[in-house]
């Protein structure tokens, strides 16, 4: 649940509740006024009656003119009768007030009535000589007076409803404003989350965000320093890494391979001498001879892991392709399409070995774990930005990468290299896996 949404809900239920407590004294408060305005106006008409009972005391006989009750609707608190003794009504003063004006609700008119004591009826006899001419009949009615109350009600909780809604509004409007700046907070984490290490919180009005954005920014530039250094640090290994097996493919050829290249030469000169001189030793010449050739060719191949010599001598392109086509070979029940178009130019060592052995390792990647039928391999030159790259294209067909499956150092390895000189690479995994690198050229 979003902030706003929470504020505005809390907001509305302490709106709600002060509603509620103000409804409760509204009712309060409309009905002690009923009641005052009720017994007031039957404490003056019995005051009145009384006293016109008074003034006429010689009344005989009564009808519609004894007290004119008709021109009394004014009194609209109060019912006002005027029965014979058979209880038949002679007068009244609610005949023009048989309909009232925004009548209050009947649930409204229910609660008034259950909050307040039950409306006793007056009573005032007539007499003349002893003899009772008939009554009036004087009852509470508050149904003006709730009418009024509830009209007063309405009104209040009308401005009470627009106070809520722009209250709400007003929070919506308040908090929007106070959390723009969490959007920009949250472009910056995404931005880092992809990998983008420039990326910097503009300052904020709000001390608060202002403290956070700082705070952000120097973690940032820390973080960026310490990869920064990092790749350096990786970098430098890596290219020690290729010095020691350079030198190391250098004593390998120049020693260990003429040593071989002579204990063959001298095998095959003692093979030769033996036809004559010394038959019994031409078997163990023969065995010699083919020792060495096999120690030759894991020499060669050795060299060829350690340091392709085609890489130093003819360039990126045809070291590439001396890699993709024996393994081709290796591999003929998977389908291998490549595609190499780097016009030959050469480029320094470092971005060699590196295009190199991110190829490398794919394929071994591939032989490995992927059960692969058909690998696309694509490595050409790019224009982008004003920049040349090696963009770099490996796909294959096979199960993709597995969260649970460890391919040990050659993943992270390889985005080290590309990644140590100012490269990108993607991995993506869908029906197969895809590599894609670019490499600047510099």
Same mark, same amino acid.
């Given at each position: 649940?979003?902030?706003?949404?929470?504020?505005?809900?809390?907001? &509305?239920?302490?709106?709600?509740?002060?509603?509620?407590?103000?409804? #409760?004294?509204?009712?309060?408060?409309?009905?002690?006024?009923?009641?005052?305005?009720?017994?007031?106006?039957?404490?003056?008409?019995?005051?009145?009656? =009384?006293?016109? %009972?008074?003034?006429?005391?010689?009344?005989?006989?009564?009808?519609?003119?004894?007290?004119?009750?008709?021109?009394?609707?004014?009194?609209?608190?109060?019912?006002? =009768?005027? #029965?014979?003794?058979?209880?038949?009504?002679?007068?009244?003063?609610?005949?023009?007030?048989?309909?009232?004006? /925004?009548?209050?609700?009947?649930?409204?008119?229910?609660?008034?009535?259950?909050?307040?004591?039950?409306?006793?009826?007056? %009573?005032?006899?007539?007499?003349?000589?002893?003899?009772?001419?008939?009554?009036?009949?004087? *009852?509470?009615?508050?149904?003006?007076?709730?009418?009024?109350?509830?009209?007063?009600?309405?009104?209040?909780?009308?401005? $009470?409803?627009?106070?809520?809604?722009? $209250?709400?509004? *007003? $929070?919506?409007?308040?908090?929007?404003?106070?959390?723009?700046?969490?959007?920009?907070?949250?472009?910056?984490?995404?931005?880092?989350?992809?990998?983008?290490? /420039?990326?910097?919180?503009?300052?904020?009005? *709000?001390?608060?965000?202002?403290?956070?954005?700082?705070?952000?920014?120097?973690?940032?530039?820390?973080?960026?320093?310490? #990869?920064?250094?990092?790749?350096?640090?990786?970098? @430098?290994?890596?290219?020690?890494?290729?010095? @020691?097996?350079?030198?190391?493919?250098?004593?390998?050829?120049?020693?260990? !391979?003429?040593?071989?290249?002579?204990?063959?030469?001298?095998?095959?000169?003692?093979?030769?001498?033996?036809?004559?001189?010394?038959?019994?030793?031409?078997?163990?010449?023969?065995?010699?001879?083919?020792?060495?050739?096999?120690?030759? =060719?894991?020499?060669?191949?050795?060299?060829?892991?350690?340091?392709?010599?085609?890489?130093?001598?003819?360039?990126?392109?045809?070291?590439?392709?001396?890699?993709?086509?024996?393994?081709?070979?290796?591999?003929?029940?998977?389908? $291998?399409?490549?595609?190499?178009?780097?016009?030959?130019?050469?480029?320094?060592?470092?971005?060699?070995?590196?295009?190199?052995?991110?190829?490398?390792?794919?394929?071994?990647?591939?032989?490995?774990?992927?059960?692969?039928?058909?690998? %696309?391999?694509?490595?050409?030159?790019?224009?982008?930005?004003?920049?040349?790259?090696?963009?770099?294209?490996?796909?294959?067909?096979?199960?993709?990468?597995?969260?649970?499956?460890?391919? !040990?150092?050659?993943?992270?390895?390889?985005?080290?290299?590309?990644?140590?000189?100012?490269?990108?690479?993607?991995?993506?995994?869908? /029906?197969? &896996? &895809?590599?894609?690198?670019?490499?600047?050229?510099?």
């Amino acid at each position: 649940m979003s902030l706003k949404l929470r504020l505005n809900i809390l907001i &509305t239920l302490l709106l709600l509740g002060i509603l509620i407590l103000g409804g #409760i004294f509204s009712l309060n408060n409309a009905r002690q006024n009923a009641i005052a305005e009720i017994r007031s106006a039957e404490k003056l008409v019995l005051y009145l009656l =009384e006293d016109a %009972t008074i003034k006429n005391k010689n009344i005989r006989h009564i009808d519609k003119n004894t007290f004119n009750l008709q021109y009394l609707g004014h009194m609209r608190h109060i019912r006002i =009768e005027l #029965i014979d003794t058979e209880g038949k009504q002679i007068d009244s003063n609610s005949a023009k007030f048989s309909e009232i004006e /925004d009548e209050a609700p009947y649930l409204f008119v229910k609660i008034l009535n259950h909050l307040s004591s039950k409306w006793e009826s007056s %009573t005032l006899p007539l007499f003349y000589d002893g003899k009772q001419l008939g009554s009036l009949i004087i *009852t509470p009615d508050p149904s003006y007076e709730y009418a009024e109350k509830w009209k007063q009600l309405k009104a209040l909780m009308n401005l $009470v409803f627009l106070f809520f809604v722009l $209250v709400n509004i *007003t $929070v919506t409007w308040v908090v929007s404003l106070a959390l723009k700046p969490t959007e920009k907070i949250y472009a910056a984490l995404k931005d880092l989350e992809d990998g983008n290490l /420039d990326t910097r919180l503009p300052p904020f009005k *709000t001390v608060e965000l202002e403290r956070i954005g700082q705070k952000f920014n120097e973690m940032v530039a820390q973080l960026q320093s310490s #990869i920064q250094q990092n790749h350096r640090l990786s970098q @430098e290994l890596i290219n020690l890494q290729e010095e @020691e097996r350079k030198k190391l493919a250098r004593d390998l050829h120049d020693e260990f !391979g003429q040593c071989l290249t002579a204990i063959n030469t001298d095998a095959t000169v003692i093979m030769r001498a033996s036809e004559n001189k010394y038959p019994e030793l031409k078997h163990s010449a023969l065995a010699i001879s083919e020792l060495s050739k096999h120690l030759m =060719e894991l020499v060669r191949g050795l060299l060829q892991t350690l340091r392709p010599s085609v890489l130093d001598e003819l360039g990126l392109q045809s070291a590439l392709e001396d890699l993709i086509i024996p393994w081709k070979k290796r591999h003929a029940d998977i389908d $291998v399409q490549y595609h190499l178009d780097l016009d030959n130019h050469l480029f320094n060592d470092q971005i060699n070995i590196a295009a190199y052995r991110l190829l490398q390792e794919a394929l071994t990647n591939i032989t490995k774990h992927a059960l692969a039928t058909k690998v %696309t391999i694509a490595v050409n030159i790019e224009s982008r930005a004003k920049q040349k790259w090696i963009h770099i294209f490996i796909e294959d067909n096979g199960v993709g990468l597995n969260s649970n499956q460890t391919f !040990g150092l050659g993943l992270p390895g390889m985005k080290e290299r590309i990644v140590g000189l100012d490269g990108k690479i993607n991995f993506t995994s869908q /029906d197969g &896996t &895809t590599i894609e690198a670019w490499i600047p050229i510099k």
